[in-house]
């Protein structure tokens, strides 16, 4: 199985990337994390999307806020799947860091999440991995029960105690 490599513009951003983290502990993925500022830092940027492939990433989750830059640079260099997720800006609300992570040209594909989506790049980058993973395939089955049973137990108890009380 591969690596994810999980990689942030600020360490704003680190409540975000690390619903992702938790996800990939919980379903058994080995990632890196690390924060790198395209902008600010373009020489260590450039060497970590040169040497992603090397170091084993499958797939590599890209947040970013507003001009949200280190998704389409990380598609631009690493050859196999990116994963962009817009971050919430106090300007914009995030609509910026989206259109950035969306609008990519011909040839640039990234998959983008909703703004904040932490958890979801993570179990879209682990369906990509499963693919050609059986084991993370049963995983995957047995963590959207999981979030079933969470779901059921909730309106059990909206049930029992009536909305008022809930």
Known sequence: MGKIGIVMGSDSDMPIMAKAADVLEELHI???ITII???REPDVFFEYANSAEEKGFSVIIAGAGMAAHLPGMCA?????PVIGIPMHTASLGGQ???YSIVQMPPGIPVATVAINGGANAALLAAKILAVSDGELLKRLRVYSQKMKEQVQAKDTRLQEVGYKKY
């Open 30 to 32: 080995d990632y890196e």
């Open 37 to 39: 500022s395209a902008h």
């Open 76 to 80: 631009a260099i690493f050859p196999l």
């Open 96 to 98: 910026d860091s989206l």
